[in-house]
């Protein structure tokens, strides 16, 4: 399936989401406990100890193993309730609930434990299931009230291997504006809606392909041998233009719903 640059964008931003929630991973070992500094082991406990580590670190290696084989028969409401389970165990743990100002629920919890089980980001948009508790956690955003500097630092590291990176190192000012979109307290939320609209996704895929055949076809009929350079370039300018701007206001006139409050985060952000 094809996503557009919506979906793209919020598979870039699920992982700083995932990155910032790591304080919530659960051990099902529980926090180790010092032993008291009077009460000696016996010596010969040591080697049974260490034996009891590596059968349990292999255990739990092999049940690794069965769990993602398990993973690719089960059902989505098998599914839905393994990621409610671990839910609630995550939220059992004895750790604390809130970190840095972050307001930790119950669906980042269950994307967290997807990503840790080794699904990726683009995995969770294609799974209708997990697609949906990706919505339903950006409804209240938990970044909006993580400090703006550490958020800052957040996103510098997750974009740093990607094509984002070089447009912000060519445009800052990029870097604030993601910044501002994952702090306000709508955008998010509103623009992860649009995976719920696959087939108006479709349709905004369809006629920005069709725009790119009307340009390939006006160039080639406007562009012909002894057409002066300065044509050319105002030609393949203006076609440009014509598709680039074709295809963004078809996007906003179907999603100018959800895509209303990043508008404004670009105006407040760019002017």
Same mark, same amino acid.
């Given at each position: *399936?094809?996503?557009?640059?919506?979906?793209?964008?919020?598979?870039?931003? =699920?992982?700083?989401?995932?990155?910032?929630?790591?304080?919530?991973?659960?051990?099902? &070992?529980?926090?180790?406990?010092? !032993?008291?500094?009077?009460? !000696?082991? $016996? &010596?010969?406990?040591?080697?049974?100890?260490?034996?009891?580590?590596?059968?349990?670190?292999?255990?739990?290696?092999?049940?690794?193993?069965?769990?993602?084989?398990?993973?690719?028969?089960?059902? %989505?409401?098998?599914?839905? #309730?393994?990621?409610?389970?671990?839910?609630?165990?995550? &939220?059992?743990? %004895?750790?604390?609930?809130?970190?840095?100002?972050?307001?930790?629920?119950?669906?980042?919890?269950? =994307?967290?434990?997807?990503?840790?089980?080794?699904?990726?980001?683009?995995?969770?948009?294609?799974?209708?299931?997990?697609? &949906?508790?990706?919505?339903?956690?950006?409804?209240?955003? $938990?970044?909006?009230?993580?400090?703006?500097?550490?958020?800052?630092?957040?996103?510098?590291?997750?974009?740093?291997?990607? %094509?984002?990176?070089?447009?912000?190192?060519?445009?800052?000012?990029?870097?604030?504006?993601?910044?501002?979109?994952? #702090?306000?307290?709508?955008? *998010?939320? #509103? *623009?992860?809606?649009?995976?719920?609209? /696959?087939?108006?996704?479709?349709?905004?895929?369809?006629?920005?392909?069709?725009?790119?055949?009307?340009?390939?076809?006006?160039?080639? /009929?406007?562009?012909?041998?002894?057409?002066?350079?300065?044509?050319?370039?105002?030609?393949?300018?203006?076609?440009?233009?014509?598709?680039?701007?074709?295809?963004?206001?078809?996007?906003?006139?179907?999603?100018?719903?959800?895509?209303? %409050?990043?508008?404004?985060?670009?105006?407040?952000?760019?002017?």
């Amino acid at each position: *399936m094809k996503w557009g640059s919506g979906a793209l964008l919020i598979a870039l931003l =699920l992982p700083i989401t995932s990155w910032s929630q790591t304080v919530q991973v659960y051990d099902p &070992q529980g926090p180790e406990v010092a !032993a008291p500094k009077n009460a !000696a082991a $016996p &010596q010969g406990n040591v080697s049974e100890e260490d034996e009891f580590e590596k059968l349990e670190k292999e255990l739990a290696e092999q049940n690794k193993a069965m769990g993602a084989a398990a993973g690719i028969l089960e059902t %989505p409401e098998e599914k839905l #309730q393994r990621l409610d389970d671990e839910a609630k165990a995550t &939220q059992e743990a %004895p750790l604390e609930n809130e970190q840095l100002g972050l307001a930790i629920n119950k669906d980042l919890l269950e =994307l967290q434990a997807a990503l840790q089980g080794g699904k990726s980001s683009l995995d969770i948009i294609q799974d209708p299931v997990l697609r &949906q508790k990706l919505i339903n956690a950006y409804q209240t955003n $938990p970044m909006a009230a993580m400090p703006k500097e550490m958020l800052r630092g957040v996103v510098e590291e997750q974009i740093h291997k990607t %094509p984002l990176s070089g447009l912000v190192n060519a445009f800052p000012k990029m870097l604030d504006f993601l910044v501002n979109l994952m #702090q306000h307290p709508k955008a *998010m939320g #509103q *623009m992860v809606k649009i995976l719920n609209r /696959t087939d108006d996704l479709k349709i905004c895929g369809y006629v920005s392909i069709a725009l790119m055949i009307l340009v390939f076809v006006l160039r080639k /009929t406007l562009i012909k041998k002894r057409t002066r350079f300065m044509k050319r370039v105002y030609i393949g300018f203006s076609t440009s233009v014509l598709m680039l701007g074709g295809s963004l206001g078809f996007l906003w006139f179907s999603f100018r719903e959800e895509l209303g %409050p990043t508008l404004d985060v670009f105006k407040t952000t760019f002017f």
